[in-house]
């Protein structure tokens, strides 16, 4: 297991941009797979990005092109680059790493508004 810290939510206005910050509690370089997903008031989690240990990346196609995970096993930490943020984007942004379960962090608040 890990536990997993997320910085770097806030308010920005739409077309604004903000960097996620997920930094685990132990080396990140034996764990395959990270990411992040998101929840809206109301509505289900569902997942934003994610990134294995070789670097491949996937997206949700509503970000795709305007968000950008990335992974430093050197500061155990995973990132995600926002751009171009919209007010649907709004939403709690949750950290997660699958070790022998799958481990989550606390969440960040992210609002995308005028």
């Known amino acids: 297991q890990v536990r997993l810290v997320e910085s770097g939510g806030g308010l920005v206005q739409p077309g604004g941009s903000l960097r996620l910050s997920c930094t685990a509690s132990?080396?990140?370089?034996?764990?395959?797979?990270m990411g992040w997903y998101r929840q809206a008031p109301g509505k289900e989690r569902d997942l934003v990005a994610r990134?294995?240990?070789?670097?491949?990346?996937n997206y949700a196609d509503s970000v795709n092109g305007r968000f950008t995970i990335s992974r430093d096993n050197a500061k155990n930490t995973v990132y995600l680059q926002m751009n171009s943020l919209k007010p649907e984007d709004t939403a709690i942004y949750y950290c997660?790493?699958?070790?022998?379960?799958?481990?989550w962090g606390q969440g960040t608040q992210v609002t995308v508004s005028s």
């Open positions: 990134i294995t240990g070789s670097g491949s990346t």
């Open positions: 132990r080396s990140i370089f034996s764990i395959n797979a």
């Open positions: 997660y790493a699958d070790t022998n379960t799958r481990d």
